[in-house]
């Protein structure tokens, strides 16, 4: 049984108990407790159920390494998965439940898969759903889909809310035990800003359990380093990632552990340091023996943690294996504390060094040269039986305990190390993976920006620990500059041990029988067998052996299981550990929320909206809204009971009848100046733009330097040095980039300033043939044909405005521009709208315009061109200049392919009977191309139901288009009819333009 | 006449800080060679500070009759009342009549919002990747960053406020950005 013990817990506080809850059932513990140490506390040993075999599973660690004890933790808006019960601490209130089974924890239907495990070896899933194919769909999906995952997804939007925030610093130390606290003070020593990240809630690591003797020293180095103002301490705050150029991720947790969730739950420290130290020490390894997962199995290190830390008790007769001295401290701490330890069972035929020594004189049996055969119980550990470590595992005795303290040796944390590049080499002497001091992850300088203090470093002896952390602390400092002086050294005792031996399965020749039951990856249920086969059908590397098995996939990301797997892998390959290598640590070092990767990216502030001056007068009168790229413009403005179509053909008939008004603000606005600005201007458009006129204005296009067709619109010329280009809605920001690129990487010798003035006005479109009259009306500008002609534009005032007038047309009908400060926009649109009511003016959205210009054959980027199309495809040879000696695109138009009279080219489509064409249909000629498609000759680009004419208007583009006027084409729609259209002119309304010429 | 009105409309939010429309603020954008006579001439002209005094790269400086900002190489930013933009933007007309110079309004492209209180700094931290501790941004540091997702510059008009300018599409977002930000109990304690 596991309990509490009536003393010791150096963590909890006794005078304050918590009450929480464990399915359901409420529980005690106290502040200061882990939910792990609580519930061990409780005797609550069977904590969960493996993923693939629903395996019982206990507590195997104390730290982030936990596979097994994972949670659903909360309620509601703050339920969430998979939370590791050793790092969540206790709080009143707080709710647990066990995952991964069903009915209950402990009567599970899931448990059948461990007796037909045979039947789902590694692999199991790559070779049984490759065939027959229909029953992917209809058998395996659904089926996997219904046990799949290990928690339950959140049903309910997050209660919580997230934040950012940016920290720069000289140096930032990970990791805040004995190392991190060395390291910190000697780079802090020279003055350097130095920030320090503690995951836990406690600063000082493994220091109160393995040696007591220095506690109070670390605890003096965390005052001292509280005390100085360029060191700044942040606790329940993980190092999660390192990148390029010294960017680090820091995941803090400010309310997790907290009864009042007010405020942020989690803060993501995005981090500029200069240098950074990872102090982020060592993870036991467990030792692969048959029925190393029942529950009660535990690290070494984790059964004295919960002892020292928390004074609970793992069992009362605890067997100890091992094959290094460090698990010793574990067999002495316990018998110290008055509890059992059958035995010492260790691999090494030597035994231990001094600790053995102390071990023995404490009374202890130590079993040398022996290991454990296998593990007896099912939902706890009832017993061991032993045998020999050489051989096949014949028993030599059993012992009867509670738990078994495990430890096959330390593995550096090297995941922050390695996450931008930093190279590992394999340490035969102490069995691990360290980092390799001569191949750092590198900056810009080319020199390295991460050192390794302490044990993560491979540093495990505590005097050497710290002399390591103070060397690299100070080598931090000197790399950015503050190099500081060697303060005193915490005095630490030192350990004479005797060297690991390595133990990658035990016993060595285990029978096959033992290693299909000794676990390597807990969380996802790979043993010794499942990489053994990996091997054996050719997945050699160690990439390969990790996907096919699933090795390392799950949430711990094989914080215990790497090494041994890939030991096992080396083993069953003959190749050596190096060769093997490791499979790649990527960040986050654990898990972190997608709450904090969101941060303030949420409700309102999810993305940015872009608003045109006028957006609360169109929500306020029916908008219906479309997205224009980041901007919202309303597609139409819907009345009463209308519906959508009802609205569009509204506001068309009274835009071509008599007045309709259009906000269009979001069209950009790019001033062009300069000595050189028409020389500019002629290379940035396919037509003559040096030579128009002050006062008046051109329709032009903008060509990419392959040719292709990407802006146009309306170009003015505001005095002898300025123009002002007016693009498409998408292309304001894109566009002055493109300008902008060219003035400073080609031109750059020009003499040429652009200005993005997009939002500086707002921009309303009076159209139809009422516009000049409500215009007059409004007073103030002779807006007469005379004075203001078709392409022309001019400053003036209007209803005591000041004004710009354009008289241009986008949809055939006599229209003005009229671009007006954006903090009068609304002024003025008002001003319109009371005078234009008279003419029963109707304010219309993007469809109505598109509809509009689609009846005139005009066309639009994005719907006749698509970065494939030049401007010769659409018949806008008018506004290609052949006299330029040059313009973007214009050598790329003469190319083959460019010039191939084949190309599609646009025409007008007209169906046979009246109906609407389906967007984007081809048209299908005879024969299959090569996959057994039908071959087609076309293409819609646009399509809709015109109003004015009472039927459908498309546009497309054909092959030999132009020349087949009056030819008819077949579109097979997706509706399972084929439509039959007439090739027409593009142009259906109006073709004179005598509307807008008036 | 018509009111002028911006972006948005005067709102204001208190929490861990303050955060406030500003209203409407003359803005003008001069581009240029800022080392040449006439450009000099022109800043002097709309602020009132002369060639030596003029902002150094990621300088604000202020003057008699405005302020400029550095923006770019080739490009400063001048603030005025808002109703004076017109008349400076003549004045200055008539010092670059015969330099490559572009001087335009935009002021109306703009919100400017001011961010208050001893935890100012703090609200600025959690929306953008700059270094704002005292010892490297002060009054008369201008930055142009990035606020979240969107583009803004910033300075400090003293120890206690922030004034932020960011496009006035999306002075909405920026305004709810620092709501956000701003929020009590959401405190760092950090500066």
Sequence with gaps: ?998 | MSEPISALGMARFDGLAGVADCGLQGMITLRGDLSARAVKSAVTTATGITGPKQPRPLQIVTGKAGTAAWMSPDEMLLLCPYGEVDAVLAAMQQKLAKAHALAVDVSDARALLQVTGPSAREVMAKLCPLDLSPATFQPGTIRRTRMAQIPAALWMEDEMSFQVICFRSVADYAFNLLKTAAQPESGVGYF
Excluded at chain 1, 229 to 234: G, H, K, S, W, Y
Excluded at chain 1, 345 to 355: K, M, N, S
Excluded at chain 1, 366 to 383: C, D, N, P, S, W
Excluded at chain 1, 796 to 813: C, K, M, N, Q, W
């Design chain 1, 1 to 998: 049984m596991s309990t509490r013990l009536t003393q010791g817990g150096i963590r909890i506080n006794r005078t304050r108990p918590v009450t929480f809850t464990f399915n359901g059932q409420r529980l005690k513990g106290y502040e200061g407790d882990t939910l792990a140490s609580a519930l061990l506390a409780n005797d609550k040993m069977m904590l969960g159920r493996s993923f693939k075999y629903h395996r019982p599973r206990g507590l195997v660690s104390s730290g982030t390494e936990e596979p097994n004890a994972l949670f659903g933790i909360g309620k509601g808006g703050r339920f969430e998965p998979n939370q590791r019960a050793t790092m969540q601490e206790l709080y009143d209130g707080l709710t647990a439940a066990s995952q991964n089974h069903w009915p209950s924890l402990e009567f599970d239907v899931g448990e059948i898969n461990a007796y037909l495990s045979r039947f789902f070896p590694a692999g199991f899933y790559y070779k049984t759903f490759m065939w027959p194919r229909s029953f992917w769909k209809h058998v395996f999906e659904p089926v996997i889909r219904q046990s799949a995952g290990l928690g339950k997804a959140p049903k309910d939007r997050d209660a919580d809310t997230y934040e950012h925030f940016y920290h720069f610093c000289d140096v930032l130390v990970i990791g805040g035990g004995l190392a991190g606290l060395v390291a910190a003070q000697a780079a802090a020593s020279g003055g350097a800003r130095v920030t320090l990240l503690e995951q836990e809630a406690q600063f000082g690591g493994r220091t109160g359990v393995d040696a007591p003797e220095a506690a109070a020293q670390a605890a003096a180095l965390v005052e001292e380093l509280s005390g100085m103002a360029n060191v700044r301490l942040i606790r329940r705050c993980m190092g999660a990632g390192v990148y390029d150029h010294g960017y680090v991720l820091g995941y803090e947790r400010l309310t997790d552990h907290l009864a009042d969730k007010a405020g942020p739950r989690h803060r993501l420290w995005r981090i500029r340091a200069g240098q950074v130290i990872t102090a982020t020490g060592a993870i036991e390894r467990p030792l692969s023996f048959a029925g190393n997962d029942v529950p009660g199995v535990m690290l070494a290190a984790a059964v004295r943690d919960y002892l020292v830390n928390f004074g609970v008790s793992v069992g009362d007769r605890v067997v100890v294996v091992t094959n290094n001295d460090d698990a010793y401290l574990t067999a002495i701490r316990l018998v110290e504390a008055g509890l059992s330890v059958p035995a010492i069972v260790d691999a090494r035929a030597g035994g231990a060094g001094e600790l053995g020594a102390k071990a023995e004189g404490l009374g202890i049996r130590v079993l040398k040269g022996h290991g454990i055969a296998r593990v007896k119980g099912r939902r706890r550990v009832t017993g061991v039986a032993l045998c020999r470590q050489v051989g096949e595992g014949a028993v030599t005795e059993e012992l009867a305990c509670d738990a078994v303290a495990m430890s096959g040796g330390w593995s550096p944390v090297v995941h922050l190390w390695s996450h931008c590049g930093g190279k590992l080499i394999w340490d035969e002497d102490q069995a691990m993976f360290r980092p390799d001091a001569a191949r750092p992850p590198t900056g810009a300088d080319g020199a390295g920006f991460v050192r390794v203090a302490g044990a993560a470093n491979g540093v495990m002896a505590l005097d050497a620990l710290v002399r390591d952390a103070a060397d690299q602390g100070l080598a931090a400092a000197e790399a950015v500059g503050q190099g500081g002086t060697p303060a005193d050294l915490p005095e630490v005792p030192a350990r004479a041990d005797h060297a690991i031996e390595p133990v990658w399965l035990m016993p060595a020749s285990a029978s096959r029988e033992l290693r299909a039951k000794a676990w390597l990856d807990y969380q996802n249920d790979v043993k010794v067998t499942d990489i053994q086969l990996a091997a054996q059908e050719g997945y050699e590397s160690v990439e390969h052996a990790k996907r096919y098995t699933t090795l390392g996939m799950a949430t711990d990301q094989g914080k215990l299981s790497n090494i041994n797997g890939l030991a096992v892998l080396s083993g069953a390959l003959d190749s050596p550990i190096p060769q093997v290598g490791t499979t790649t640590f990527r960040p986050p070092y654990t898990p972190i929320s997608m709450g904090a990767i969101a941060g303030e990216a949420r409700g309102d502030t999810f993305q940015p909206l872009r608003r045109s001056p006028l957006h609360d007068w169109h929500e306020a009168n029916g908008a219906d809204w479309e997205p224009v790229g980041p901007w919202r413009r309303p597609y139409t403005y819907l009345r009463a009971s209308e519906t959508r179509a009802q609205a569009v053909e509204r506001e068309i008939l009274q835009t071509r009848n008599s007045l309709g008004l259009l906000d269009a603000s979001t069209l950009g606005k790019l001033i062009v100046k300069g000595p050189d600005a028409g020389r500019f201007m002629d290379m940035m458009y396919t037509n003559m733009m040096s030579n128009l006129k002050p006062g008046k204005c051109r329709y032009g296009l903008m060509c990419s330097e392959n040719g292709f067709l990407v802006d146009d619109g309306v170009v003015a010329r505001i005095d002898e040095d300025t123009w002002l280009c007016h693009t498409t809605t998408g292309g304001a920001d894109r566009i002055h980039a493109h300008m902008e690129e060219w003035l400073q990487t080609e031109w750059w010798d020009w003499q040429v300033h652009t200005a993005n003035l997009t939002e500086q006005y707002a921009q309303i479109a009076v159209v139809g043939p009422m516009a000049r009259t409500v215009l007059e009306t409004l007073g103030g500008m002779d807006l007469s044909k005379e004075a203001l002609g078709f392409m022309e534009w001019t400053d003036g005032v209007l209803a005591d405005i000041p004004v710009r007038v354009y008289r241009i047309s986008f949809s055939g009908e006599l229209s003005y521009e009229i671009a007006v400060r954006a903090s009068l926009g609304q002024a003025l649109w008002d001003k319109i709208a009371d005078v234009g009511a008279a003419y029963r003016i109707m304010p219309y959205g993007t469809e109505c315009l598109h509809i509009l210009r689609a009846e005139k054959g005009f066309i639009m980027i994005g719907d006749e061109t698509d970065g494939t199309v030049i401007p010769q495809d659409l018949g806008l040879h008018w506004a290609i200049s052949k006299k330029k000696e040059d313009f973007l695109g214009k050598r790329a138009q003469e190319r083959r392919h460019m010039t191939d009279p084949d190309r599609w080219k646009l025409v007008g489509l007209e169906t046979t009977d009246g109906s609407v064409l389906p967007d984007g249909a081809y048209a299908v000629t005879e024969g299959v191309n090569a996959n057994g498609q039908r071959n087609v000759q076309g293409r819609v680009t646009s399509t809709y139901h015109s109003p004015t004419l009472g039927r459908g208007i498309a546009m497309g583009l054909v092959l030999h288009g132009p020349d087949r006027m009056g030819e008819t084409l077949e579109f097979p729609g997706t509706d399972g009819k084929t439509y039959t259209a007439t090739i027409v002119d593009p142009v259906f309304y109006d073709k004179d333009g005598e509307k807008q010429n008036v």
